[in-house]
Structure formats: structure tokens, C-alpha cells
């Protein structure tokens, strides 16, 4: 007996749900690249200034990003059986690392629009863990 997805799958064969997913991890992946590029573009200023924690620490991040979302990504569009526990390894990983950065190293900055970023944070991270979820690898 076949599977029956609440959404039916486009053309390609992709449920609606899953291509949203799809293209929000290459967003993600992009900003983590830009990240990266801006770091090494900028290291000679951002060491002048005096930038916390470091050029490094953003280098590293960018990358971490950058790949971790590029892995995933590559792996939900080559079907993969690990994509969806990637995916969730990835959006569940930088969550965690964006309210680390933002809660130990911006103290005292400008933290008006946190129940905004809260907000986001639980909707984008219910919408990836429920779509790897619904949409077994197949």
C-alpha cells in the first residue's frame, strides 16, 4: 500500500512543505557563506577594531553555516536516508548557536526585538523538525 502525504507532491515529486524547507536551508547556507566572505574580506578590520571574539570566530561560524546547511540541503535533494536526521542535526544546531552568540556575547547590546527572534526561532524550528518528520527519506 503507498504512502498518502497531506500535501500532494509537485511535479518533481516533492511535497510543497519540503521544497519550502529546501529553499530556507539554501537561504540559510547563502548567509552562512556570506558570512564567511565578509569575515575574510574584513580580518584586517575587524582585528583593528578590536572585534569580540575575534575574525576567527566568525570565519568559523560562517563556514560551520555554511556547510552544515549545504550537507543537509545536498542530501535532501539527492533523497539520502540520513537527510532528514541532518537537517534536523542542522537547524536544531544553529538555533542553538544563534541564542549562544546572541545571549553570551551580545550582553547589553540591543535587545529589543528578542521576543521577535524567540518567535521565529520556535516557528522555523516546528516547521524543519515537522516537515523531516511527515516526509520520510525515500
Same mark, same amino acid.
Given at each position: ?12 515529486? %516533492?511535497?510543497? &512543505? !519540503? %521544497? ?5 536551508? *539554501? ?5 552562512? $557563506? ?6 575574510? !574580506? ?7 577594531? $578590536?572585534? !569580540? &571574539? ?21 542530501? /535532501?535533494?539527492?533523497?539520502? %536516508? ?10 536544531? $544546531? ?13 550582553? *547589553? ?5 528578542? &521576543?521577535? /527572534?524567540? *518567535? ?19
Amino acid at each position: 500500500m503507498a504512502e498518502v502525504y497531506p500535501t500532494p507532491p509537485d511535479r518533481r515529486g %516533492r511535497p510543497f &512543505p !519540503q %521544497r519550502v524547507l529546501m529553499a530556507l536551508m *539554501g537561504l540559510f547556507a547563502v548567509f552562512g $557563506g556570506v558570512r564567511l566572505w565578509a569575515a575574510l !574580506q574584513s580580518w584586517d578590520a575587524l582585528t583593528a577594531f $578590536g572585534a !569580540q &571574539p575575534g575574525p576567527l570566530y566568525f570565519v568559523v561560524s560562517g563556514a560551520a553555516t555554511a556547510l552544515g546547511f549545504l550537507a543537509a540541503l545536498a542530501g /535532501l535533494m539527492l533523497r539520502r %536516508r540520513w537527510a532528514n536526521v541532518a537537517v534536523r542535526i542542522a537547524v536544531v $544546531g544553529y538555533a542553538a548557536w544563534f541564542w549562544a552568540d546572541r545571549l553570551v556575547l551580545h550582553r *547589553g547590546g540591543d535587545m529589543e526585538n528578542l &521576543p521577535f /527572534l524567540a *518567535g521565529m526561532t520556535v516557528f522555523l524550528l516546528i516547521f524543519a523538525l515537522s516537515v523531516t518528520w511527515t516526509y520520510p527519506p525515500e
